[in-house]
């Protein structure tokens, strides 16, 4: 385990580094960053001002050296559409993703485990087909049109809920359950198939021919090596929810981080963008690697492999 856990470290260590060389310079990817700070109508000489108060005119890895430390150090630099730090402004808008995104998960996985269990257990029953239903209904309708249906139907007909905003918990309901609509269905249909193939394994058989009650069979035989594939996914889940909820988040007119990138990307605000970039894609780094080292701990087979 010591060995598995070392190599995943050092793989992650290594994906981190790529992260944060390509968050810094997507941004010079797209051209030159002083001309889009300057704006339409700024000049040349507009342009090379803001390129030497910027450090742009240094060499590209002094300038990713100089952010890399000071980023590692909790500074992000100023942002230049609001002239404050930009640590500032990303903790303002943090608090309302975390709660969005863990909300809509432990939503979406306390419904999709269940429901998958119960749709392997009698394949082409009732409740498979309805859970089938749910799936490919939850995979073609978007987001965006469930939300203002959503916001339709129980905000302005039958005002329910409020329809925009998060100033208390009322304001979260409808973003969580879309966003637990458009998440459910991948991991009910992967702890369904996962279940139907453990669930047709000689060991499974021998422990109903044992006499053991059903409850015992699923949840402590089958439901462990079915859940396999199931922690993998949810950790990618877990990482869509978090970053890719800015259309959840402008439909709802919630100030969360996604709202704030689309924000900072019409802004030209660089140091912002790549905060966020760099922040979102380390949570996706660390959420693989948990998720790895979880299944490593369920099965010791994967410890084992090189």
């Known amino acids: 385990m010591v060995s598995y856990l070392f190599r995943r470290l050092v793989v992650a260590f290594c994906v981190c580094i790529a992260v944060s060389m390509l968050s810094f ?6 051209g030159d ?3 889009a700070i300057a704006g339409q109508g700024g000049s040349a000489a507009d342009a090379e001002a803001v390129r ?7 060499p590209f890895l002094v300038q990713y050296l100089d952010w890399i430390g000071s980023a590692l150090l909790g500074d992000f630099g100023q942002s230049i559409y609001f002239h404050i730090p930009v640590t500032e402004i990303i903790g303002n808008r943090l608090p309302v993703t975390l709660q969005l995104g ?3 998960f432990g ?3 306390v419904l999709a485990v269940p429901l998958g269990i119960a749709a392997a257990l009698k394949p082409n029953g009732l409740v498979d087909r309805l859970a089938l239903v749910l799936a490919v209904t939850g995979q073609a309708v978007p987001s965006f049109w469930l939300g203002l249906m959503a916001i339709v139907v ?16 009322r304001g979260y309901i409808l973003p969580v359950v879309v966003l637990t609509y458009s998440a459910l269905p991948a991991m009910m249909r992967i702890t369904r198939s996962g279940m139907i193939d453990v669930l047709a394994a000689d060991y499974i058989r021998t422990a109903y021919a044992k006499g053991l009650p059903l409850r015992i069979v699923v949840l402590r035989h089958a439901l462990r090596n079915a859940v396999l594939p199931l922690v993998s996914l949810a950790a990618v889940q877990l990482g869509i929810l978090l970053s890719g909820s800015i259309v959840i988040e402008s439909v709802f007119a919630l100030n969360g981080l996604g709202r704030l990138a689309w924000e900072s990307l019409l802004r030209a605000d660089l140091p912002v963008v790549q905060a966020i970039i760099l922040i979102l894609s380390l949570v996706y780094v660390v959420l693989t690697t948990a998720s790895d080292l979880l299944n490593a701990m369920l099965d010791p087979r994967i410890r084992g492999a090189r």
């Open 25 to 30: 310079g997507l941004m010079f990817m797209a």
């Open 33 to 35: 960053p002083s001309i």
């Open 52 to 58: 030497a108060a910027y450090g742009f005119d240094r």
């Open 102 to 104: 863990a909300l809509s």
């Open 107 to 109: 939503l979406a996985l």
């Open 154 to 169: 129980f905000g302005v007909w039958y005002g329910l809920v409020p329809i925009s905003g998060a100033d208390t918990w």
